[in-house]
């Protein structure tokens, strides 16, 4: 039994990010399960930089004290897994452009995502020939519009339909969906914390684990973080990272402090330590609203300093 955090790499982890992963380790720690580490670095466009930005990435978890075990895995190591995935899955081509599937009259979920409404499995012979002469395929899972239902520690039950989503991107890269159920089924995951941006994605890949021949995990999907304009906090809202807070004076142990407050495991101000984090942690006490990142409530007048919109 283990749980994880699953990183892209590609940017320095910011408050929200680390605040997430803290969160994955108390809820892995806690429950006497594994903490497993995976690098998300299958975007080949990104795959050069991202080895530094990853191993920038891993030194800011550990050095806010999150140890982690067995071997870091890393997807773009993992191509032979998913191909015998996908070699065991109902799967056909599709030749469907990105505007053609925003075109397709299908509904957009809220999240944005359009449900893919299986056009590549009419096409007559002679088009289908045509299509793959000019274009490369993606390849897709058949599902049939099956609903899945999963349970999500904040959210309650989520149900999805599980249109035929994307396992092979057409430039030949593993989809996200179908590496992460892989992976999630190889390293014994069986609790998934991450931001709830990817809650949308939880049918399906529940869904998909099953199929597999595994047993989803639980999920508890994070409310984000926020910069103070309400939206979604990044690396451009100021001093955000390790990094930027360690030039301005703040260690690691006072970060730890800052996202312990926001979880409600600190007072103001209070020096805590992970031993007594865990000893503090219920997963039904946590906040339930996204947290604001609000410079001005944690950092000195250097801080407060830097333009944070
Ligand atoms: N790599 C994804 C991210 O950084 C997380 C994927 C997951 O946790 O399932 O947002």
């Known amino acids: 039994m283990s749980g994880r955090f699953a990183p892209s790499p590609t940017a320095a982890l910011?408050?929200?990010?680390?605040?997430?992963?803290?969160?994955?380790?108390?809820?892995?720690?806690?429950?006497?399960?594994?903490?497993?580490?995976?690098?998300?670095?299958?975007?080949?466009?990104?795959?050069?930089?991202?080895?530094?930005?990853a191993r920038q990435q891993l030194a800011d978890l550990l050095a806010l004290g999150l140890d982690f075990d067995g071997d870091v895995v890393w997807q773009s190591e993992r191509r032979d897994a998913y191909a015998a995935a996908i070699a065991s899955l109902d799967t056909y081509e599709c030749f469907c452009t990105r505007r053609e599937i925003a075109e397709a009259p299908s509904a957009p979920h809220a999240d944005g995502y359009r449900p893919y409404t299986g056009t590549c499995l009419r096409l007559t012979a002679a088009r289908?020939?045509?299509?793959?002469?000019?274009?490369?395929?993606?390849?897709?899972?058949?599902?049939?519009?099956?609903?899945?239902t999963v349970t999500d520690l904040w959210a309650g039950s989520v149900t999805g339909t599980v249109d035929d989503f994307v396992l092979v991107r057409n430039d030949g890269v593993p989809a996200?969906?179908?590496?992460?159920?892989?992976?999630?089924?190889?390293?014994?995951?069986?609790?998934?914390v991450r931001g709830d941006d990817l809650l949308s994605s939880s049918p399906r890949q529940a869904w998909l684990a099953t199929r597999l021949g595994g047993v989803p995990?639980?999920?508890?999907?994070?409310?984000?973080?926020?910069?103070?304009?309400?939206?979604?906090?990044?690396k451009r809202d100021g001093a955000v990272t390790l990094a930027d807070l360690a030039r301005l004076g703040m260690d690691a142990?006072?970060?730890?402090?800052?996202?312990?407050?926001s979880l409600g495991l600190a007072t103001s101000r209070e020096h805590v330590t992970l031993p007594q984090l865990?000893?503090?942690?219920?997963?039904?006490?946590?906040?339930?609203?996204?947290?604001?990142?609000?410079?001005?409530?944690?950092a000195d007048a250097d801080v407060n300093r830097m333009s944070i919109t």
């Open 14 to 53: 910011h408050l929200g990010n680390l605040r997430t992963a803290l969160l994955a380790w108390l809820f892995a720690r806690s429950s006497g399960r594994r903490f497993r580490l995976r690098v998300e670095d299958l975007d080949t466009l990104r795959v050069s930089a991202g080895g530094d930005v």
């Open 128 to 148: 289908r020939a045509e299509l793959a002469s000019t274009r490369r395929p993606a390849l897709r899972v058949r599902a049939a519009g099956e609903r899945c």
């Open 176 to 192: 996200y969906n179908l590496a992460v159920v892989v992976d999630d089924l190889a390293m014994g995951v069986d609790q998934v």
């Open 217 to 234: 995990p639980t999920y508890a999907h994070v409310p984000l973080a926020l910069n103070r304009s309400g939206v979604r906090l990044a």
């Open 253 to 261: 142990d006072r970060v730890l402090a800052v996202l312990a407050r």
């Open 278 to 298: 865990l000893e503090r942690f219920d997963p039904l006490q946590l906040p339930r609203h996204p947290w604001v990142v609000d410079p001005s409530d944690y």
